[in-house]
T-cell receptor, first 113, second 113 residues
Framework: QQQVKQSPQSLIVQKGGISIINCAYE??????FPWYQQFPGKGPALLIA?????SEKKEGRFTISFNKSAKQFSLHIMDSQPGDSATYFC????????????FGKGTKLSVIP | DTGVSQDPRHKITKRGQNVTFRCDPISEHNRLYWYRQTLGQGPEFLTY????????KSRLLSDRFSAERPKGSFSTLEIQRTEQGDSAMYLC???????????FGSGTRLTVV
C-alpha cells in the first residue's frame, strides 16, 4: 500500500529556532520526494524536492535530509520566521506507470515571536 | 501567465445537485491533475490528464465524478448527485511532462448542505 507517514501533526517553534518535520515511506518505487507549503485558503506550493540518490539538499533556509536505507526523509527549516507559519506536506512520487503524488497528512507549523 | 486558475473559488450546493468546476492550467503545461483535500488531510489524487487523454483515475473517483480536458487546455470536473461526503477542497495542478514538480491552483471549496 502506498503510504507516506508524517510527524508531528503540529509544531510550535520560537522565532530563530529550527523546525524539523519527519516523513517515512514504504514503497521503494518512490523516486522523487517533494515538500509542499500550504497557507490557509491557498493550494500547496512546491518548496523543495529530493531524489533518493542524494542524501541532502539545501535551498536557502530549507534542507531535506534523506535516508534511503531507513526509508525516511525530513525537512529542516533553519532560523524559522513567523512568515513560515503554514502547513507542510511531504509527498512521494513514482513515475513508473503512475504520475500521482502520495501526500502525508501534513504538519501545522506555528512560529512564535 | 499567472499560474493555475480555478473557478469558482467557493461553491455551496444542496445534496443531490450536480456541480462543475473549471481549471485553467499554466498554458505550456501538458499534464493536468485533480486532487481532493479534506480538512486536516493531505491532498488525495483523483485523476490525471496528459494533453486531452485521461491516463489515470483513482478508485476515489466514483461513477458520480467525471473529468474532461477537451483540446488539452482547460479541464472540468463534474460531480453528479452530490453527497455530504463530497464536501472538500478540489485542487487542480499542472506540470510539464519532464517535470515532477506540480503547480497547484488555489482550489475550489465545495460545501454540500
Amino acid at each position: 500500500q502506498q503510504q507516506v507517514k508524517q510527524s508531528p501533526q503540529s509544531l510550535i517553534v520560537q522565532k530563530g529556532g529550527i523546525s524539523i518535520i519527519n516523513c517515512a515511506y514504504e514503497n521503494t518505487a518512490f523516486d522523487y520526494f517533494p515538500w509542499y507549503q500550504q497557507f490557509p485558503g491557498k493550494g500547496p506550493a512546491l518548496l523543495i524536492a529530493i531524489r533518493p540518490d542524494v542524501s541532502e539538499k539545501k535551498e536557502g533556509r530549507f534542507t531535506i535530509s534523506f535516508n534511503k536505507s531507513a526509508k525516511q526523509f525530513s525537512l529542516h527549516i533553519m532560523d524559522s520566521q513567523p512568515g513560515d507559519s503554514a502547513t507542510y506536506f511531504c509527498a512521494a512520487y513514482s513515475g513508473a506507470g503512475s504520475y500521482q503524488l502520495t501526500f502525508g497528512k501534513g504538519t501545522k507549523l506555528s512560529v512564535i515571536p | 501567465d499567472t499560474g493555475v486558475s480555478q473557478d469558482p473559488r467557493h461553491k455551496i450546493t444542496k445534496r443531490g445537485q450536480n456541480v462543475t468546476f473549471r481549471c485553467d492550467p499554466i498554458s505550456e503545461h501538458n499534464r493536468l491533475y485533480w486532487y481532493r483535500q479534506t480538512l486536516g488531510q493531505g491532498p488525495e489524487f483523483l485523476t490525471y490528464f496528459q494533453n486531452e487523454a485521461q491516463l489515470e483515475k483513482s478508485r476515489l473517483l466514483s461513477d458520480r465524478f467525471s473529468a474532461e480536458r477537451p483540446k488539452g487546455s482547460f479541464s472540468t470536473l463534474e460531480i453528479q448527485r452530490t453527497e455530504q461526503g463530497d464536501s472538500a477542497m478540489y485542487l487542480c495542478a499542472s506540470s510539464l511532462v519532464q517535470d515532477y514538480g506540480y503547480t497547484f491552483g488555489s482550489g475550489t471549496r465545495l460545501t454540500v448542505v
